[in-house]
């Protein structure tokens, strides 16, 4: 849990000087109900739905952060940290094709935009959380 609030922390912080959907005004960290009416407002708002996938996912509601991290991906297509958190939630709902799938559309799109740091960072976090997911299922199974 403690590891997933830290990667959202992380995620927040870099997706706000990533995200290609400049034109888009960013208020500071908005509460879920701050989100939601956000969100409401204008559903195409990259920003709203990562941040409510975000708070979706510190909360442990995967279900509710994969649905978030979707749309935005959808009106942001280019946002490398969306895909890469989209496949962190795929891999805690257990799905490690599907998690490997988005991390590794991340990473391409990094190395497409010739972001060498954000690629690497998302080449450690992806075998990191792999490897993570990888003990945790061995311990769960012994």
């Given at each position: 849990m403690i590891r997933n609030l830290l990667c959202f922390c992380w995620f927040v912080y870099i997706s706000a000087?990533?995200?290609?959907?400049?034109?888009?005004q960013k208020p500071s960290l908005p509460t879920l109900q701050e989100a939601?009416?956000?969100?409401?407002?204008?559903?195409?708002?990259?920003?709203?739905?990562?941040?409510l996938?975000?708070?979706?996912?510190?909360?442990?509601?995967?279900?509710?952060?994969?649905?978030?991290?979707?749309?935005?991906?959808e009106n942001c297509s280019d946002n490398v940290l969306n895909y890469f958190q989209?496949?962190?939630c795929h891999l805690l709902a257990g799905e490690r094709g599907i998690a490997e799938?988005?991390?590794?559309?991340?990473?391409s799109l990094a190395d497409r935009a010739q972001d060498m740091k954000t690629k690497e960072m998302l080449e450690k976090e992806k075998t990191s959380w792999l490897e993570h997911k990888q003990l945790e299922f061995r311990e769960h199974d012994n």
């Open positions: 000087t990533l995200s290609s959907c400049e034109k888009q939601l009416t956000l969100f409401k407002t204008n559903p195409q708002d990259c920003f709203a739905a990562e941040q996938a975000g708070i979706y996912q510190a909360e442990n509601n995967i279900t509710s952060a994969l649905q978030y991290y979707n749309i935005a991906v989209l496949g962190v799938e988005y991390m590794t559309k991340a990473i």
